[in-house]
């Protein structure tokens, strides 16, 4: 039987985790998926199932390679993870989820060290984002596990430690390095003095190579072990993220901003400096790298896990269309504002409320009362909501380096929501908002990633094979839209 060629990627995302099959041509052709939560070792630490992870990962890679013929390996997944490796290539500590609570114990040890932390948000183009920032982690490690640090040789971020595991070969990538670790100088295009004073400079792999390169094959004694065909090519590897960008630099765009939805909102813009305003600075932007190592200009908020939230309140999802936005906003009497994670609000001062005429209502007043006992409609409400959070993507994207006249591609969850797309339309009047039919950006850019390691070709050369299909949103038309956006933006503290 003749086995359609394809390549395989791991896509680890922070709950679930995918293995899906693509072709030369970039269709999909299978797709399995485990949820992996991380496992709470208690006194606030959770650490990642990787050896679950690994694991599941041969088992579907040796029973899809039964009806595929799997010619490359490309590995994605989440920022913020690292593994810290004994002489002998075995973990000297589990590895940390970015999530867990203790970070809270090394803020203040790290910003009294390597502050003024402005200052060092210029100089690395990182904000703080707790544990989320890996040289914490490592401060971390150093100050409660001392014994841990004193085996630790090797510092692999999380693509690479997993294509370690499958090669036996170490090196780095310049999506994960860049993003938001402090151990990166991105002005100097080296290791930053933060990387140089705790002791990782001669532990991260001196190989800093495109996410396409090639680290090694798939190793003999996991092929016997698992039956899977040894000798697979294993890419590099790359942050999911940046991988999501892959298709539109494939594509030839360059004046663009990604708007990827998610539990967290993240605007992306290729960029051709690295600057950031003052009123920028302390706030939850920064700079990656993209694939070729070039910036890519950075702002999140979490846009998902507001709407969740605030949309749980109001007992449904679905908006109550054009009428009731109009209505909101001709009237005024409704508006809520974000904040509901202290040091990543879209707009710095913001409190997670809603406003109903002189009324502030907070969010846990509104968990505990309802809207009905505060005389908040729900269908006003998921209105509120939705023009809330096109405000914050607005400053989101402003922030990443939004340019008058730049496409704007919106994917993700919020994509679904047409409501919140036609309101970032209107206030966008300048720029093209776009939805898209990439369904899976992050695999598909690996996927990329794979068949340019396959074929030995330009990324750019193969962008013949496949077709981004590109709707243009049409902005809602509403009478008052711009008073209510000014009103939005007194309320949020951001004039």
């Known amino acids: 039987?003749?086995?359609?060629?394809?390549?395989?990627?791991?896509?680890v995302g922070k709950t679930n985790k995918k293995v899906s099959l693509y072709n030369s041509e970039f269709e999909e052709l299978a797709i399995r998926k485990i949820q992996l939560d991380a496992r709470d070792a208690g006194d606030g630490l959770e650490y990642e199932q990787t050896e679950e992870l690994f694991d599941w990962t041969c088992r579907i890679l040796a029973e899809l390679s039964e009806d595929f013929d799997i010619r490359a390996l490309s590995i994605t997944t989440h920022g913020a993870t690292l593994a810290l490796l004994d002489g002998d290539g075995n973990l000297a500590h589990p590895i940390f989820s970015y999530l867990s609570p203790a970070?809270?114990?090394i803020e203040e040890p790290f910003n009294t060290r390597f502050g003024p932390m402005d200052k060092v948000h210029a100089e690395t183009c990182t904000?703080?984002?707790?544990?989320?920032?890996a040289a914490k982690q490592i401060l971390f490690l150093q100050t409660y596990f001392p014994q841990s640090w004193d085996k630790v040789k090797h510092l692999l971020f999380y693509p690479q430690y997993l294509g370690y595991l499958f090669t036996g070969q170490m090196a780095t990538d310049p999506t994960f390095l860049g993003c938001h670790t402090y151990l990166w100088n991105p002005h100097e295009s080296k290791l930053s003095e933060i990387a140089h004073e705790l002791g990782v400079d001669?532990?991260?792999?001196?190989?800093?190579?495109?996410?396409?390169?090639?680290?090694?094959?798939?190793?003999?004694?996991?092929?016997?072990?698992?039956?899977?065909?040894?000798?697979?090519?294993?890419?590099?590897?790359?942050?999911?993220?940046?991988a999501s960008i892959v298709p539109y630099l494939a594509k030839g765009f360059h004046d663009f901003t990604l708007n990827s939805t998610g539990t967290w909102c993240v605007a992306m813009t290729p960029s051709d400096d690295l600057h950031f305003k003052e009123s920028?600075?302390?706030?939850?932007?920064?700079?990656s790298l993209s694939a070729y190592g070039n910036p890519v200009k950075t702002a999140i908020f979490p846009g998902g896990l507001e709407f969740g939230e605030f949309s749980d309140l109001a007992g449904r999802k679905d908006d109550a269309g054009h009428v009731v936005l109009e209505k909101l906003c001709l009237d005024q009497e409704l508006f809520l504002t974000g904040g509901l994670v202290p040091g990543a609000e879209a707009f710095p001062n913001s409190k997670p409320?809603?406003?109903v005429g002189d009324r502030c209502i907070g969010i846990d007043e509104l968990k505990e009362k309802g809207l009905a006992a505060v005389g908040i409609d729900s269908a006003d409400f998921l209105a509120a909501l939705n023009f809330s959070l096109a405000m914050q993507t607005v400053e989101v994207l402003n922030r990443s380096g939004r340019k008058d006249g730049s496409d704007i591609f919106i994917e993700g969850g919020f994509a679904n929501n047409q409501q919140y797309c036609e309101i970032l339309a209107a206030l966008l009047p300048e720029n093209r908002c776009n939805l898209t039919d990439l369904k899976e950006a992050t695999a598909f850019g690996a996927a990329l990633c794979a068949w340019k390691l396959l074929d030995n070709v330009e990324l750019e050369s193969l962008s013949s094979r496949f077709e981004i299909g590109i709707h243009t949103i049409v902005p809602v038309a509403t009478t008052g839209l711009q008073e209510y956006a000014e009103k939005y933006l007194q309320l949020s503290g951001a004039s």
Do not use: R
């Open 280 to 287: 920028e600075l302390g706030t939850k932007t920064f700079y």
């Open 127 to 133: 904000p703080p984002f707790g544990f989320a920032n």
């Open 103 to 105: 970070s809270e114990k």
């Open 202 to 242: 001669d532990k991260i792999p001196s190989k800093v190579l495109p996410p396409w390169d090639q680290l090694g094959t798939i190793s003999d004694s996991l092929g016997e072990k698992y039956k899977l065909p040894a000798g697979i090519p294993v890419t590099v590897g790359i942050h999911d993220s940046n």
């Open 353 to 355: 409320a809603a406003y």
């Open 1 to 11: 039987m003749n086995k359609t060629a394809v390549a395989a990627i791991l896509d």
